[in-house]
């Protein structure tokens, strides 16, 4: 008996360090090639996402583009107030840059924090955490597509599918506003 839960215990850590090293190894690798931009009069003007709804809205001159399903970090409710709290910020932003070779499939670059967020966190004497993206799944996790709705997962990030991640690239140019609502 004891023999038993020795072997399965070693079996299970070689299989979580299997994982881990996957994981480490595909971040590393990076996103692929990031989709050519849609024309002008394609692209959003406004991003909106509501956290209740687990939904992001692109919008172009008040008329709907798209709707995604999102998910967000893993204490959604709430505005994020500091590094490491887990929760997606609240407010208005901006898309201000982009990364094609991130940890996650591409990703938009959040401008949280903003001077509002900066100084509540000065005033209590913490970092108010920064690097919020959107973006698709974990390098090498893809497959997951859908299923990675099921929970709410990310650090403080909204996450897409791979797909979806290629399509918003293309029609969310840098500079385009972003209200994320409760």
Same mark, same amino acid.
């Given at each position: 008996?004891?023999?038993?839960?020795?072997?399965?215990?070693?079996?299970?850590?070689?299989?979580?360090?299997?994982?881990?090293?996957?994981?480490?190894?595909?971040? $590393?690798?990076?996103?692929?090639?990031?989709?050519?931009?849609?024309?002008?009069?394609?692209?959003?003007?406004?991003?909106?996402?509501?956290?209740?709804? $687990?939904?992001?809205?692109?919008?172009?001159?008040?008329?709907?583009?798209?709707?995604?399903?999102?998910?967000?970090?893993?204490?959604?409710?709430?505005?994020?107030?500091?590094?490491?709290?887990? $929760?997606?910020?609240?407010?208005?932003?901006?898309?201000?840059?982009?990364?094609?070779?991130?940890?996650?499939?591409?990703?938009?670059?959040? #401008?949280?924090?903003?001077?509002?967020?900066?100084?509540?966190?000065?005033?209590?004497?913490? #970092?108010?955490?920064?690097?919020?993206?959107?973006?698709?799944?974990?390098?090498?996790?893809?497959?997951?597509?859908?299923?990675?709705?099921?929970?709410?997962?990310?650090?403080?990030?909204?996450?897409?599918?791979?797909?979806?991640?290629?399509?918003?690239?293309?029609?969310?140019?840098?500079?385009?506003?972003?209200?994320?609502?409760?």
């Amino acid at each position: 008996m004891i023999r038993r839960a020795i072997v399965f215990f070693g079996c299970l850590c070689l299989c979580a360090g299997g994982l881990i090293a996957y994981t480490q190894v595909m971040i $590393r690798i990076g996103s692929g090639s990031p989709p050519v931009m849609a024309a002008p009069g394609q692209q959003a003007d406004m991003i909106v996402v509501d956290k209740t709804a $687990r939904t992001l809205t692109l919008l172009q001159k008040g008329s709907l583009i798209r709707v995604y399903k999102v998910s967000l970090g893993a204490h959604p409710q709430g505005h994020k107030t500091q590094e490491g709290d887990e $929760r997606t910020p609240e407010g208005s932003y901006v898309i201000d840059w982009r990364n094609d070779n991130s940890i996650a499939h591409l990703s938009l670059h959040i #401008s949280y924090p903003n001077q509002e967020d900066a100084d509540q966190a000065a005033a209590r004497g913490i #970092s108010p955490g920064g690097n919020i993206m959107l973006h698709g799944i974990l390098n090498g996790w893809g497959g997951l597509g859908g299923w990675h709705r099921l929970w709410d997962w990310t650090n403080g990030c909204i996450a897409v599918t791979n797909e979806e991640m290629q399509e918003i690239w293309s029609l969310v140019p840098t500079g385009t506003p972003i209200r994320i609502e409760a």
